[in-house]
């Protein structure tokens, strides 16, 4: 189970510094996510991909859920009302068709989800837009206040802006 820490850092300089020192401490490059403004140049880093600066999956599970409830709803009045084979209602129409609502609806949501940014990455817009770059650690639980001694430490100008108790399992 890893946690996810949240860093704002000043510069692109500061980011690299703050990367190297995070590989010294053994933490893999890809469970750090660097999120900056769109023309900012982070080569050296490891960006954050779409699943991380996105409500795609949120957008998903919502789309999933309403999806399979209107699948279900119509699956009913399909099994009731217009039975396939004789004059009794088909119940696996049911099934059917709540599993194709539901996949419509997660796949429907996700594409709206995509362009949408994400709720959890709100608060960071403005920092962001000033310029700042934010850093986006999962380390595994039992490392999470060393890290954060260790950034500390090592990054005065860095300032921790929390964590998150649960990272999402794709992004």
């Given at each position: 189970m890893r946690r996810r820490i949240y860093w704002l850092l000043p510069d692109l300089e500061s980011a690299r510094r703050t990367m190297d020192d995070l590989l010294l401490a053994r933490i893999a490059e890809q469970h750090m996510h660097f999120v900056a403004r769109e023309e900012a140049d982070l080569t050296g880093l490891?960006?954050?991909n779409v699943l991380q600066t996105s409500d795609v999956i949120r957008a998903a599970q919502m789309g999933l859920v309403v999806g399979g409830i209107a699948g279900t709803l119509l699956g009913v009045l399909a099994a009731i009302?217009?039975?396939i084979v004789g004059d009794e209602p088909q119940w696996g129409m049911v099934a059917v068709i709540a599993v194709l609502g539901g996949a419509f609806g997660a796949w429907s949501s996700s594409m709206i989800g995509v362009s949408t940014?994400?709720?959890r990455?709100?608060?960071f817009e403005p920092a962001i837009e000033k310029g700042e770059i934010l850093l986006m650690v999962d380390v595994p639980r039992s490392r999470v206040e060393e890290i954060e001694a260790r950034l500390q430490a090592l990054h005065p100008e860095a300032h921790l802006e929390g964590i998150e108790p649960n990272i999402p399992a794709f992004p």
């Open positions: 490891h960006p954050a009302f217009f039975p940014p994400s709720h990455l709100k608060r």
